[in-house]
């Protein structure tokens, strides 16, 4: 467990202090993971939107499918798909786990 110094004027206020300040990094710890999950699902909604589906699909065709593969070298705008599908899986785990996080606080 980790101590943080408060100052008193606050402390009077929040009194019973242990209670107030677990209720308020419990809030301000959703807002933060709420905040995190709309970036990265932005973010996967900028992926779909750029290949025309989800990020599994797109693995899947991007590690079976040559013509596809093909279709996505000869274009200019897709070119870098290879790079885009590791950055596109790391978004993805990272959603995984921060929607985690958030199950976790609101199992509390």
């Known amino acids: 467990m980790l101590k943080v110094q408060i100052k008193e004027e606050y402390a009077d206020i929040l009194d019973p202090l242990q209670e107030s ?14 905040t995190r999950i709309l970036e990265l699902e932005q973010r996967a909604q900028d992926w779909e939107e750029r290949y025309g589906c989800s990020y599994d699909l797109f693995a899947y065709r991007t590690a079976t499918d040559e013509e596809y593969v093909k279709q996505l070298d ?5 070119q870098q798909w ?26 509390k």
């Open 21 to 34: 300040v677990d209720e308020a990094l419990h809030r301000y710890a959703l807002e933060k993971v709420q």
């Open 82 to 107: 290879e790079g885009d599908l590791i950055s596109w899986e790391f978004d993805t785990e990272a959603l995984r786990e921060w929607r985690r996080h958030l199950q976790k606080l609101l199992t």
């Open 74 to 78: 000869a274009s200019a705008a897709t």
